[in-house]
């Protein structure tokens, strides 16, 4: 996230709305952006000035020179992991292809999917390395790694004074007192009084007391990429022993090094150095009712899903979203019969993961609380591979107090969250925008902690019983995750878009008559979405049969682009698709290298969107309508 709150990349942009106006001057705009990774409906500005670029109707050429030129340029805009390169391949490259290049891969990543993904350390300019290895066979794309900041947000020594949050909604008018899960969880997690308030305001404490004890019973996976989380925490123990299924890291133990591959951590340890992740994780599932501690959204019933992608000193492109495509390969083979899988995607993991029954549910929700103003092709294909194994990325919309887009949250196919504060209204520096979908408390939460400094592999008391306050998007998203995860438990055959739909439905439309609070037509408000999230009231129509159908509000089928030229398939190509009527990217990528075609996921049902390639200097585009209840093929052919 950015400024003080959360998870940042440091980036000097200024993003401005483009002009809809000449179509040469859209072109030129949309195929930059895309190259670099960023939406279609902005022009991007830093030193190197591309807005400037198009100042004179589109005079550039779109040869293969400009673009690398245009993707470099950005590049320096941006804060870059110097010297470093993320390069896709066909999986029969090797890494001593980069050898005669005076670079060197530092981690290779295989998703056994016929492709491979090299992080490459060059030892001269990156830029030139990345020109030259474009041209090598087998090669379908070089990026520059983008840094992330380290994790901040706002910490509190002390209990923050208590203020008996306002629940403004005809449902439940006044002011709520806070009341403990089941027979008193006040009384059985003895720091819970400290964290109740956003439980409280999100009618989650309702829930649990109303539907825990029959109805919340399917056990339910999830997911967390951030700074790993304290395995050793109290709050993280059930009867059953650690509620951490498997913990990964693309990051070594207490560095920003980089694993080759990612590294199994062991659930005996604690490798987060932040303290962030443990926070995050706490919110959504610290073991609820067991004498310790808080009470997590999910509380039972929950196996957690941990990976650590970054780090006290930061992160990158590829160590957050290489744990990602990561994630996205072990559900996929989670859905499997243990049988018939791939054991190789599950090396170095407990062995007790190979046997692991065959996953169900058809929702795996994952909480990224980070992101940042441009997204690149490589970020774009791990989300893809995600949304497309039944992933719900859950992602915070960063601390600006703006409307400005941050990235991955304004993609489509995930769900982005925004923070309220005690008075359940905006937080002051959460970010708005027509992306968002639902708010979350977010401020002054009370979660599990490591104490921010011991994280050294020992059982200290200020490892197992270490509690903090924090404040961000960050806080409001795994609100929002544990949330998903809780009403899992209740019904675990909900779709994705189904549970999303849920939600928003089902929020509570606060701050009503405030600048804040003008919500539209739909029910929308560009700083709340469609609301505050209402525990109660989405478990409520769960037991009612509620849910959404299907389909009703976004697609749960793909839009499947194939580029041709002359009726053979065109490998390498870049794709962008994005809402029409108000210009936002929903999504970037390249075709691939079997068969030239490329995926997006999760758009909104009868949407209107516009899909465009550059045809060798013509900006050519294709109308689309977002499919309800079937895959949607499209054919782009290039001229011969």
């Given at each position: 996230?950015n400024e003080?709150?959360?998870m940042?990349i440091?980036n000097?942009i200024?993003q401005?709305r ?5 179509v040469p001057?859209?072109?030129?705009a949309?195929f930059a952006?895309v190259?670099a990774g960023c939406?279609t409906g902005f ?6 000035g591309t ?5 004179g109707?589109g005079?550039h050429?779109f040869?293969?020179?400009w673009?690398?030129?245009?993707q470099?340029g950005?590049?320096k805009?941006e804060?870059v ?8 391949a066909?999986?029969f490259?090797?890494a001593d ?7 060197a891969?530092e981690s ?9 993904y090299?992080l ?6 990156a830029?030139?390395f990345r020109?030259?290895v474009?041209?090598?066979n087998?090669?379908l794309?070089?990026q ?11 910490q ?6 208590y203020?008996?949050p306002?629940?403004r909604t005809?449902?439940h008018?006044g ?6 899960t089941g027979d008193g969880?006040v009384?059985?997690?003895?720091k ?9 305001a ?5 829930a649990?007391k109303?539907?825990d004890a029959?109805?919340a019973?399917h056990p ?6 951030d700074?790993?989380?304290?395995s050793?925490?109290e709050?993280f123990?059930d009867?059953?022993g650690?509620i951490?299924?498997?913990?990964k890291?693309s990051?070594k133990?207490?560095?920003?090094v980089?694993?080759d ?5 062991p659930?005996?340890d ?8 443990s926070?995050?994780?706490g919110?959504?599932a610290a073991?609820?009712?067991n004498?310790?501690?808080?009470c997590?959204v999910?509380?039972a019933?929950t196996k957690?899903i941990?990976y ?9 492109s590829?160590s957050?979203?290489?744990?990602l495509?990561d994630?996205?390969?072990i559900?996929?083979?989670?859905r499997?019969e ?9 090396t ?5 993961i190979k ?9 795996v929700?994952?909480n990224?609380?980070l992101?940042g103003y ?7 294909e ?5 949304l497309?194994?039944g992933?719900?990325p ?12 941050s990235y991955?949250?304004?993609l489509?196919g995930?769900?982005?969250v925004?923070a309220?504060?005690m008075d ?7 970010n708005?925008?027509?992306w968002?979908s639902v708010?979350a408390?977010?401020?002054s939460?009370?979660?599990c902690y490591?104490?921010?400094t011991d994280w050294?592999?020992t059982?200290s008391?200020?490892?197992r019983e ?5 404040s961000g998007?960050s806080?409001?998203t795994?609100?929002?995750t544990?949330?998903?995860t809780?009403?899992?438990s209740?019904?675990p055959?909900?779709s ?7 939600l928003e ?12 609070g003008r919500?539209?037509a739909r029910?929308?408000?560009?700083w709340y979405?469609y ?6 009231k ?5 037991k009612?049969?509620?849910?959404p ?9 793909a839009v499947?682009i194939?580029v041709k ?11 962008w ?5 108000s210009?936002?990217?929903a999504?970037a ?8 075609t ?15 390639i550059?045809d060798?200097g013509?900006y050519?585009?294709k109308?689309i309508t977002?499919?309800?209840d079937?895959d ?9």
């Amino acid at each position: 996230m950015n400024e003080r709150h959360n998870m940042q990349i440091k980036n000097t942009i200024h993003q401005k709305r483009a002009l809809k106006t000449a179509v040469p001057i859209l072109a030129a705009a949309a195929f930059a952006a895309v190259l670099a990774g960023c939406p279609t409906g902005f022009v991007q500005t830093g030193s190197g000035g591309t807005a400037g670029a198009f100042s004179g109707g589109g005079a550039h050429s779109f040869g293969a020179e400009w673009v690398a030129e245009q993707q470099e340029g950005r590049g320096k805009d941006e804060t870059v992991s110097e010297g470093y390169s993320i390069v896709k391949a066909a999986d029969f490259v090797t890494a001593d292809v980069f050898t005669a290049l005076n670079t060197a891969a530092e981690s290779r990543q295989d998703l056994h999917d016929g492709y491979v993904y090299f992080l490459v350390k060059s030892h001269g300019d990156a830029a030139q390395f990345r020109a030259a290895v474009r041209k090598l066979n087998g090669i379908l794309y070089a990026q520059p790694d983008y840094r992330y900041d380290a994790p901040k947000a706002i910490q509190r020594d002390e209990k923050p004074p208590y203020r008996t949050p306002k629940v403004r909604t005809s449902v439940h008018p006044g002011a709520l007192k806070p009341f403990g899960t089941g027979d008193g969880n006040v009384n059985e997690d003895p720091k819970a009084d400290l964290a109740d308030w956003g439980l409280t305001a999100a009618h989650a404490l309702e829930a649990f007391k109303a539907y825990d004890a029959s109805d919340a019973v399917h056990p339910v996976l999830t997911a967390i990429v951030d700074s790993g989380v304290n395995s050793l925490h109290e709050d993280f123990y059930d009867k059953g022993g650690s509620i951490i299924l498997y913990a990964k890291s693309s990051l070594k133990r207490g560095s920003d090094v980089i694993c080759d591959p990612l590294e199994s951590v062991p659930i005996s340890d604690n490798w987060d150095d932040v303290g962030h992740g443990s926070h995050c994780a706490g919110t959504i599932a610290a073991v609820g009712n067991n004498g310790k501690g808080i009470c997590g959204v999910s509380h039972a019933n929950t196996k957690l899903i941990a990976y650590r992608g970054l780090s006290r000193t930061g992160g990158s492109s590829y160590s957050v979203y290489s744990c990602l495509g990561d994630l996205a390969e072990i559900i996929t083979e989670l859905r499997k019969e243990p049988a018939s899988r791939n054991k190789s995607v599950f090396t170095g993991l407990p062995a007790d993961i190979k046997t692991y029954p065959k996953l169900t549910q058809k929702t795996v929700p994952v909480n990224i609380s980070l992101g940042g103003y441009s997204i690149h092709p490589y970020e774009v294909e791990m989300m893809n591979k995600a949304l497309a194994a039944g992933i719900l990325p859950v992602i915070a919309m960063a601390n600006d107090g703006k409307t400005v887009a941050s990235y991955p949250a304004a993609l489509q196919g995930v769900l982005a969250v925004g923070a309220t504060s005690m008075d359940d209204t905006k937080a002051p520096f959460s970010n708005g925008g027509s992306w968002i979908s639902v708010c979350a408390p977010g401020e002054s939460i009370y979660s599990c902690y490591n104490n921010g400094t011991d994280w050294s592999n020992t059982l200290s008391p200020t490892l197992r019983e270490s509690y903090t306050w924090m404040s961000g998007t960050s806080m409001a998203t795994p609100f929002v995750t544990g949330t998903i995860t809780y009403l899992l438990s209740m019904n675990p055959d909900m779709s994705p878009y189904q549970i999303k739909t849920l939600l928003e439905n089902t929020a509570d439309k606060i701050d009503r008559g405030s600048p804040y609070g003008r919500y539209d037509a739909r029910g929308f408000s560009k700083w709340y979405g469609y609301g505050r999230v209402n525990v109660l009231k989405a478990a409520q129509a769960i037991k009612n049969g509620s849910v959404p159908a299907q389909g009703q509000t976004y697609s749960e089928k793909a839009v499947i682009i194939t580029v041709k030229k002359g009726g053979a398939v065109q490998k390498n190509k870049t794709v962008w698709l994005y809402e029409k009527q108000s210009g936002l990217c929903a999504a970037a990528g390249m075709t691939d290298e079997k068969n030239g075609t490329i995926r997006f996921y999760g758009l909104k049902t009868g949407t209107e969107y516009e899909v465009g390639i550059n045809d060798n200097g013509t900006y050519k585009t294709k109308p689309i309508t977002a499919p309800a209840d079937s895959d949607i093929y499209i054919d782009f052919e290039l001229n011969k």
